[in-house]
C-alpha cells in the first residue's frame, strides 16, 4: 500500500521560508512527484513538479522564482523549499505521486502553511 506523508507545515511570517517533506512508502520509484495546495476558497493548485526520466522541473506562475523542488530518490522522499512566503501562500499543502510523468495516482494527506505577520 503505497502512503505519501507531508511534514514541515506551521506558522512563518512573510518574507520567511520553510521547507515541505513527502516521504513515500509501499513502492520504491515514482516517475513523477509533485506539489500542490488548495484554500477553501480555491480549486487545487499545481505549485511544482520533477520528473525522474528527464529530471526536468515545472513551476506554477504564482511560485515561480520562490520555490523550489527537489527529491531524493535513495530515501524515495522529494521537498518543497519555499522562499520570500507571501500570506497568499496560506494553504494546505499536499505531494502527490505517480507512475507516468504528470499523471498522479497517489496523494498525501496534506500540511497547513500559514503565512502571516
Known amino acids: 500500500q503505497v502512503q505519501l506523508v507531508e511534514s514541515g507545515g506551521g506558522l512563518v511570517q512573510p518574507g520567511k521560508s520553510l521547507r515541505l517533506s513527502c516521504v513515500a512508502s509501499g513502492r520504491p520509484f515514482f516517475e513523477t512527484m509533485g506539489w500542490f495546495r488548495q484554500t477553501p476558497e480555491k480549486e487545487r493548485e499545481f505549485l511544482a513538479s520533477?520528473?525522474?526520466?528527464?529530471?526536468?522541473?515545472h513551476y506554477g506562475d504564482p511560485v515561480q522564482g520562490r520555490f523550489r523542488i527537489s527529491r531524493d530518490n535513495v530515501k524515495n522522499t522529494w521537498y518543497l523549499q519555499m522562499d520570500k512566503l507571501r500570506p497568499e501562500d496560506t494553504a494546505i499543502y499536499y505531494c502527490?505521486?505517480?507512475?507516468?510523468?504528470?499523471?498522479?495516482?497517489?496523494w498525501g494527506q496534506g500540511t497547513q502553511v500559514t503565512v502571516s505577520s
Open positions: 502527490a505521486a505517480g507512475s507516468l510523468p504528470e499523471v498522479y495516482d497517489f
Open positions: 520533477c520528473n525522474w526520466s528527464d529530471d526536468v522541473t
